[in-house]
């Protein structure tokens, strides 16, 4: 076979496997075998993310966000107990962003509204 009827063969795999991938989409946090996963969007000049919330003390550095390959999507996930904990994103450590998606709000008191987690204790 030609080399670039090989080399085309190649490029058309990988752009059909990269079109079949799963594509990421800011959600409500997920709990997950490794933690709960929290994923946000943030505006394209970000230069980093956090997750804060009563789990850390609303620490805008314990729990750093990882830029996805997706989107400008950012993501990390935070192994927690069982309970209620309130959290929010922090963009470039000083602006608090209420969660777009969450499965509840709290009133956080300063005029915005805290996201809400609930991890259930694990079944035995």
Same mark, same amino acid.
């Given at each position: 076979?030609?080399?670039?009827?090989?080399?085309?063969?190649?490029?058309? $795999?990988?752009?059909?496997? #990269?079109?079949? !991938? *799963?594509?990421?989409?800011?959600?409500?946090? @997920?709990?997950? /075998?490794? %933690?709960?996963?929290?994923?946000?969007?943030?505006?394209p000049?970000?230069?980093g993310?956090?997750?804060?919330?009563?789990?850390?003390?609303?620490?805008t $550095?314990?729990?750093?966000? #990882?830029?996805? !390959? *997706?989107?400008?999507l950012?993501?990390?996930? @935070?192994?927690? /107990?069982? %309970?209620?904990?309130?959290?929010?994103?922090?963009?470039?450590?000083?602006?608090?962003?209420?969660?777009?998606?969450?499965?509840?709000?709290?009133?956080?008191?300063?005029?915005?509204?805290?996201?809400?987690?609930?991890?259930?204790?694990a079944?035995?």
């Open positions: 076979m030609p080399r670039w009827i090989a080399l085309q063969a190649a490029t058309m $795999a990988v752009v059909a496997i #990269a079109s079949c !991938a *799963a594509r990421l989409t800011p959600s409500a946090p @997920v709990v997950t /075998p490794r %933690g709960v996963r929290f994923l946000v969007a943030a505006r000049s970000a230069s993310v956090a997750v804060a919330g009563s789990f850390n003390g609303w620490s $550095a314990s729990h750093p966000m #990882a830029l996805t !390959a *997706a989107d400008g950012w993501e990390v996930v @935070v192994s927690l /107990p069982p %309970g209620e904990h309130l959290f929010m994103f922090v963009v470039d450590g000083t602006e608090w962003v209420s969660p777009p998606q969450a499965e509840a709000y709290a009133d956080d008191g300063f005029g915005s509204r805290n996201g809400v987690v609930v991890i259930r204790p079944e035995q």
